[in-house]
């Protein structure tokens, strides 16, 4: 009897973990791409719908190249595009985070993020991007 209750407890807490646990990440919903930027050749991601009036991020980790490995300072630009709306973008290196700021950015919508190497190169970079979109 004593046994069946505690299994009973462990069940039900593991249970309630896992549903906070998926609460919390549903949250917060973060589009995570491998990519090769060019320098001054944008390439663009598929739409993404905002549910969420928030600000939007984007960051970028194990940037490389084929001599470079890690490229600290490798520059990947990234824009946000709604629509016709086109905003100025933001730069940032590997390890690094930064917000879009433009006010339209904030709300719902269907979202593209475009990204180039912004340092003058011949080679490409390598990245691991996070486009933060749905943030709480």
């Known amino acids: 009897m004593r046994n069946r209750r505690f299994f009973q407890t462990f069940f039900l807490a593991t249970a309630i973990s896992i ?39 984007f960051g970028v980790s194990n940037v490389f190249t084929s001599i470079t490995n890690p490229c600290n300072d490798c520059m990947i630009g990234a824009k946000l595009k709604s629509g016709q709306n086109v905003d100025s973008g933001i730069t940032v290196k590997n390890g690094e985070t930064s917000d879009f700021w433009h006010n339209w950015t904030i709300l719902p919508g269907t979202y593209k993020l475009l990204w180039t190497r912004m340092d003058f190169s011949p080679l490409n970079a390598n990245f691991r991007g996070h486009w933060y979109y749905n943030l709480p």
């Open 19 to 57: 549903i906070l646990g998926v609460a919390v990440v549903a949250a917060e919903e973060v589009y995570e791409f491998g990519a090769v930027a060019k320098f001054q050749q944008y390439f663009e991601t598929i739409d993404r719908t905002k549910t969420t009036e928030s600000i939007q991020r």
